[in-house]
């Protein structure tokens, strides 16, 4: 019956998001356009270097960021925190209050359905940009390294979600949480593997990074699928990623139980 419920959530947030399916299939082929710049960009440094960088070849790379924009639309979400802050600072929340209805579930049921509408609606512009650059396609050879790159890429999913959830959280302290979110989206794409491969940094920086979360939420997944994390190192990743996974999940339980102590309960 529990279970139900959230089922029941994840429908209605299917049926809500289609609503905006231009919305996402514009953002998404506008969103490839600095692809195209990336593209250009490595292409000079591998033809200025004459050689490869710290085990990448221009191929290599190419797929590197055609796998960050497949990861990115399958973990990464839109707009919740705006959605849940907007809940808290108009009294929405009210009505969970008052429900067998737990808010964190209620609102990673609509994250998972506007995950799935996303990829739906994008699926196919990303699939024509790997057909055409399908000659640097290459796939794990090691079962393991399908295996551990999936349950890495769910853990990267619900670490992403959980952060936003938490940063949304903060409605129920300051008006306006736009500051913050920018703040921590600047340190996600520069650590997080958006903006270069995590692994091309000096090894005492990847030192450090290993052991924040924004690695965990999109580099960790692709480093394993393209087997430059294995044995040992695989292994202690997943762990560093469950123990953030775990941790995320608390803060968000203990940001909303904080929070609730200072809601005003106004409008709604």
């Not at 639309?73 to 737990?102: C, H, M, Y």
């Amino acid at each position: 019956m529990r279970a139900a419920k959230y089922v029941s959530v994840f429908k209605l947030g299917l049926q809500n998001t289609f609503v905006y399916r231009w919305n996402y299939l514009l953002r998404a082929v506008f969103g490839l356009i600095p692809l195209a710049g990336t593209v250009f960009l490595w292409g000079a440094i591998f033809e200025a270097r004459g050689s490869g960088m710290h085990g990448y070849d221009y191929g290599s790379m190419v797929y590197y960021y055609l796998l960050t924009i497949l990861v990115s639309n399958l973990v990464t979400p839109t707009e919740d925190e705006w959605q849940i802050a907007s809940d808290i600072r108009e009294g929405q929340i009210n009505s969970f209050l008052t429900k067998p209805l737990s808010y964190l579930a209620y609102r990673f049921s609509i994250f998972l359905s506007g995950r799935l509408v996303y990829t739906i609606v994008t699926i196919i512009p990303i699939g024509l940009i790997f057909l055409y650059f399908r000659d640097f396609i290459t796939y794990p050879s090691s079962p393991v390294a399908w295996i551990c790159s999936f349950v890495s890429l769910l853990m990267a999913a619900m670490i992403q979600f959980f952060i936003t959830y938490s940063i949304a959280m903060m409605a129920f302290w300051i008006l306006e949480i736009s500051t913050i979110v920018f703040i921590v989206y600047s340190f996600e794409y520069f650590l997080g593997g958006h903006m270069f491969p995590v692994d091309i940094m000096p090894a005492g920086i990847q030192a450090v990074m290993k052991w924040l979360p924004f690695y965990y939420e999109l580099f960790c997944p692709i480093a394993i699928f393209l087997e430059r994390l294995q044995g040992a190192a695989m292994i202690q990743a997943l762990a560093i990623q469950t123990g953030w996974l775990l941790a995320t999940w608390g803060a968000a339980h203990l940001m909303w139980k904080r929070g609730l102590g200072r809601y005003q309960a106004v409008g709604g």
